[in-house]
Nanobody
Framework: EVQLVESGGGLVQAGGSLRLSCAASGFALEDYAIGWFRQAPGKEEEGVSCIKGRDGSEVYAESVKGRFAISSDRATNTLYLQMDNLKPEDTAVYYC??????????????????????RGQGTQVTVSP
């Protein structure tokens, strides 16, 4: 059974940093497409970043490029999202999501991550002005 458990959210001032973690179980990170999406109050889900299962390349939303960095640790099966220079518009619940195996056609394309079959419970990130 695929399980994803996020942690690391919190309250931070604009310009600050947070690091989100996602502990994955039930699959190997290198076999799946995995990443992060977010949902702000009153808004639709938005893909943030994703690691492609096929080649490990990274995909970022334009709104976070240069500020966020996704990474993974295969030894601990953990996904991370380092968020720097946070802005109030980054305030949202952040979810870890995964789907695979990638050789069955599950990959990070555009905003496909919001449709991934497995997701965690989410962690709140609040950025104050």
């Amino acid at each position: 059974e695929v399980q994803l458990v996020e942690s690391g959210g919190g309250l931070v001032q604009a310009g600050g940093s947070l690091r989100l973690s996602c502990a994955a179980s039930g699959f190997a990170l290198e076999d799946y497409a995995i990443g992060w999406f977010r949902q702000a109050p009153g808004k639709e889900e938005e893909g943030v970043s994703c690691i492609k299962g096929r080649d490990g390349s990274e995909v970022y939303a334009e709104s976070v490029k240069g500020r966020f960095a996704i990474s993974s640790d295969r030894a601990t099966n953990t996904l991370y999202l380092q968020m720097d220079n946070l802005k109030p518009e980054d305030t949202a619940v952040y979810y870890c999501a995964a789907d695979g195996p990638w050789w069955s056609g599950y990959e990070c394309y555009d905003d496909t991550i919001t449709g991934f079959r497995s997701r965690g419970q989410g962690t709140q990130v609040t950025v104050s002005p």
